[in-house]
């Protein structure tokens, strides 16, 4: 449950960032990208408690994944 809170802090942050970039569905972008990680508590990634890796979707209007089969949104 904490990998999917992790996912959900980060689409929320990316659903933001893109928001106040005029940035539409189609848009790409990086979860290292500091401008999308301030909306983040401490203005850095979460991290899964299993190990697992975040990565962004491939666009805006995808949902960021882990690695670790299960965690998903």
Known sequence: NICISNLK???GAVQQWALENS???TDTYSLTDTAILK???SSMLP???LGGKYAPAAN???APTCS???HTL
């Open 47 to 49: 991290e899964c408690p």
């Open 39 to 41: 909306f983040l508590r």
């Open 23 to 25: 940035k539409v569905g």
């Open 60 to 62: 805006v209007a995808g």
């Open 9 to 11: 802090q980060v689409d």
């Open 68 to 70: 670790i089969p299960g």
